[in-house]
C-alpha cells in the first residue's frame, strides 16, 4: 500500500475481519517527519481513524480522519514539523474505529510504523 513522498518507514500491511485494511508509516523528507496511514474500507460503513505520531521528548501529533463507506484506496497523513532527530526516533500508530461516540465505537483494527500488535478480535 506504500507510495511516494519521501523516506518511508511502513510496519506491515493489516487487515481486520471487520473489512479495514492499513498500513502505517513514518514519513521523512526536506527535514520535515510526519505520520501516513494508507487504509481501504470495505466494511461498507462510514469509519473513524485517529492518527498518532510520537517522536522525542514526549512530543506528539494526532490527527482524526473519516474514512468514507467505499472500496477505494485511500491516505490520511499528520501535519509535516521540523525533525528533531532521525526516522527511527519516531513511530506512528493509526487507530481504526466505527462511526458513533468514541466510547461506544469498538476499535476495530490498529496499526504501527512498527512490527506491534495490529488486529483487534
Do not use: F, K
Not at 500491511?13 to 505520520?35: D, R
Not at 501516513?36 to 521528548?57: F, Q, W
Not at 467505499?70 to 527511527?88: K, Q
Amino acid at each position: 500500500m506504500s507510495g511516494s513522498g519521501g523516506t518511508a518507514r511502513c510496519g506491515p500491511e493489516l487487515a481486520s475481519p471487520a473489512g479495514i485494511e492499513a498500513q502505517t508509516c513514518v514519513m521523512t523528507g526536506g527535514g520535515e517527519t510526519w505520520a501516513r496511514a494508507y487504509y481501504r474500507n470495505t466494511s461498507g460503513a462510514e469509519l473513524r481513524s485517529v492518527i498518532t505520531l510520537m517522536g522525542p521528548d514526549g512530543r506528539t501529533v494526532e490527527l482524526h480522519c473519516v474514512l468514507a463507506a467505499h472500496d477505494e484506496p485511500g491516505s490520511c497523513e499528520t501535519p509535516r514539523g521540523t525533525s528533531a532527530g532521525g526516522p527511527d526516533a519516531y513511530a506512528a500508530v493509526a487507530e481504526y474505529a466505527g462511526a458513533g461516540p468514541v466510547e461506544e465505537a469498538p476499535l476495530l483494527l490498529r496499526a504501527g510504523s512498527d512490527r506491534a500488535p495490529g488486529a483487534v478480535d
